[in-house]
């Protein structure tokens, strides 16, 4: 059974949203879900810690850092429409982030072959120096550049599955082409970023992938997906490590997006990336966890996520599939993308 870690620390619930869809239950409804199954005693627990103000700085402006300690220090701010800073927010997005950065220690050290991080303020809406989307310091972008700076790593890739455009972590690596950017979808849709043409920009140009999907994109175009058009493109790129953003807002069952996944459809997706991962870089592959806003479908989808992981078949969960036909002309938008990336010659 191959080692898999799991970073999580109670300070995450701190991080007070109140009456909000990006609230601390969601990470309880994950960890009681692991406790009652079982899953939790076969996973590494490995420790975070906070990420210093020059971590952060690897990819946010330090009068930006500064904005968000000092909102927190007034005790209950809104930083834009939907993203909110609580007393304890700036030390929670602190440890997000250096969550990650824990995680990516224990993975390039062996200490376990793939690692997921439970973590919140969720982080791929961040900006270089602006919050954004119920994102505060962007978690994964960090981790990446970590990666590269203290382990020396060249290429990296980064898949984003939540059905939100990353739009924080294309940003920051949008003209690098030692990053690949991979984001499956919704679109149209918040935040109005992620068209098929955002291709990258100068030497960049090429490693930004976006699959922006209509609403009602199900299991079977997932799957699809994965075959035709991620597989190529990480076989092409040769990451050294993978790193994913992980969320589940693309389940039916999500009241704050319109797509048509299941939760075994989020397990199959991440032993796509496993597999993956093992081809081509030694298996090292990071996960963080980003949206998910229905307590069920996000605790089972981590739950099959960290079972794949495990080599494990995934437990059969309550709320099973939804049969969706596929939407008008997929097919013609996702050759078009297989075709301008040159994917389908690869
Ligand atoms: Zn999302």
Same mark, same amino acid.
Request: with cysteine; hydrophobic share 40%.
């Given at each position: 059974?191959?080692?898999?870690?799991?970073?999580?620390?109670?300070?995450?619930?701190?991080?007070?949203?109140?009456?909000?869809?990006?609230?601390?239950?969601?990470?309880?409804?994950?960890?009681?879900?692991?406790?009652?199954?079982?899953?939790?005693?076969?996973?590494?627990?490995?420790?975070?810690?906070?990420?210093?103000?020059?971590?952060?700085?690897?990819?946010?402006?330090?009068?930006?850092?500064?904005?968000?300690?000092?909102?927190?220090?007034?005790? &209950?701010?809104?930083?834009? +429409?939907?993203?909110? %800073?609580? /007393?304890?927010?700036?030390? *929670?997005?602190?440890?997000? $982030?250096? !969550?990650?950065?824990?995680?990516?220690?224990?993975?390039?050290? &062996?200490?376990?072959?793939? +690692?997921?991080?439970? %973590?919140? /303020?969720?982080?791929?809406? *961040?900006?270089?120096?602006? $919050?954004? !989307?119920?994102?505060?310091?962007?978690?994964?972008?960090?981790?990446?550049?970590?990666?590269?700076?203290?382990?020396?790593?060249?290429?990296?890739?980064?898949?984003?599955?939540?059905?939100?455009?990353?739009?924080?972590?294309?940003?920051?690596?949008?003209?690098?082409?030692?990053?690949?950017?991979?984001?499956?979808?919704?679109?149209?849709?918040?935040?109005?970023?992620?068209?098929?043409?955002?291709?990258?920009?100068?030497?960049?140009?090429?490693?930004?992938?976006?699959?922006?999907?209509?609403?009602?994109?199900?299991?079977?175009?997932?799957?699809?997906?994965?075959?035709?058009?991620?597989?190529?493109?990480?076989?092409?790129?040769?990451?050294?490590?993978?790193?994913?953003?992980?969320?589940?807002?693309?389940?039916?069952?999500?009241?704050?997006?319109?797509?048509?996944?299941?939760?075994?459809?989020?397990?199959?997706?991440?032993?796509?990336?496993?597999?993956?991962?093992?081809?081509?870089?030694?298996?090292?592959?990071?996960?963080?966890?980003?949206?998910?806003?229905?307590?069920?479908?996000?605790?089972?989808?981590?739950?099959?996520?960290?079972?794949?992981?495990?080599?494990?078949?995934?437990?059969?969960?309550?709320?099973?599939?939804?049969?969706?036909?596929?939407?008008?002309?997929?097919?013609?938008?996702?050759?078009?993308?297989?075709?301008?990336?040159?994917?389908?010659?690869?």
């Amino acid at each position: 059974m191959p080692a898999v870690g799991l970073v999580y620390d109670p300070i995450y619930l701190e991080h007070d949203t109140g009456h909000h869809p990006e609230n601390a239950i969601r990470l309880q409804a994950v960890t009681g879900h692991l406790e009652e199954s079982g899953l939790m005693a076969r996973l590494r627990s490995v420790a975070a810690r906070d990420a210093t103000v020059d971590e952060l700085a690897y990819i946010h402006e330090s009068d930006y850092i500064d904005s968000v300690r000092w909102a927190a220090g007034r005790g &209950g701010v809104w930083l834009d +429409a939907d993203t909110f %800073v609580s /007393p304890r927010s700036y030390d *929670a997005a602190l440890r997000a $982030a250096g !969550g990650g950065l824990a995680a990516v220690d224990a993975v390039l050290a &062996g200490e376990v072959e793939s +690692a997921f991080c439970l %973590v919140r /303020p969720p982080g791929h809406h *961040a900006m270089p120096a602006r $919050a954004m !989307g119920f994102c505060l310091f962007n978690n994964i972008a960090i981790a990446v550049e970590y990666a590269r700076r203290s382990h020396g790593l060249r290429r990296v890739a980064v898949v984003d599955f939540d059905v939100h455009h990353g739009n924080g972590t294309q940003a920051a690596f949008y003209a690098d082409p030692d990053v690949l950017y991979f984001s499956t979808h919704e679109y149209p849709f918040y935040p109005g970023t992620g068209h098929w043409r955002e291709m990258g920009q100068g030497a960049g140009l090429g490693t930004t992938i976006n699959v922006p999907l209509p609403a009602g994109t199900g299991d079977g175009i997932f799957a699809h997906i994965w075959k035709d058009l991620l597989t190529p493109a990480l076989r092409r790129f040769e990451p050294q490590m993978l790193l994913a953003s992980a969320g589940y807002d693309g389940h039916f069952a999500d009241p704050l997006a319109g797509m048509a996944l299941s939760c075994a459809s989020f397990g199959e997706q991440v032993a796509g990336l496993r597999d993956l991962a093992r081809e081509l870089c030694g298996g090292r592959l990071l996960l963080t966890l980003e949206g998910g806003y229905d307590f069920t479908a996000l605790a089972w989808s981590i739950g099959a996520s960290l079972e794949v992981l495990l080599d494990e078949q995934p437990t059969p969960d309550p709320l099973g599939r939804r049969d969706s036909p596929p939407p008008v002309g997929i097919d013609d938008l996702l050759s078009v993308i297989a075709g301008t990336h040159g994917l389908d010659r690869v």
